[in-house]
């Protein structure tokens, strides 16, 4: 399981993309998106807190980008 953490950080260092693991992992539950001057959405990241979110939302709303950023929670099926 520790090789595969490492692999992942290596592979994904911005830690932007989801990776479930079964175990002690935590899975992230929020995700950040954006809205183009076209009126498209996207998820821009995704973060295991509300917290770090809403931080990296206002990181991106300082920067004077003219896009819309906003949370919202991840919704997760159970399998």
Do not use: C
């Not at 490492?6 to 932007?16: D, E, M, R, S, T």
């Not at 770090?52 to 003219?66: F, P, T």
Request: hydrophobic share 35%; charged share 30%; glycine share 6%.
């Amino acid at each position: 399981m520790i090789a595969l953490h490492i692999l992942f950080a290596i592979l994904n260092p911005n830690g932007n993309r989801t990776f479930r693991f079964t175990g002690k992992t935590a899975l992230k539950k929020w995700k950040l998106l954006r809205l183009d001057d076209n009126g498209n959405s996207f998820v821009v990241a995704e973060y295991k807190t509300h917290s770090e979110a809403q931080d990296a939302q206002r990181s991106y709303e300082k920067k004077g980008h003219k896009q819309t950023y906003w949370v919202e929670k991840i919704e997760t099926t159970e399998e």
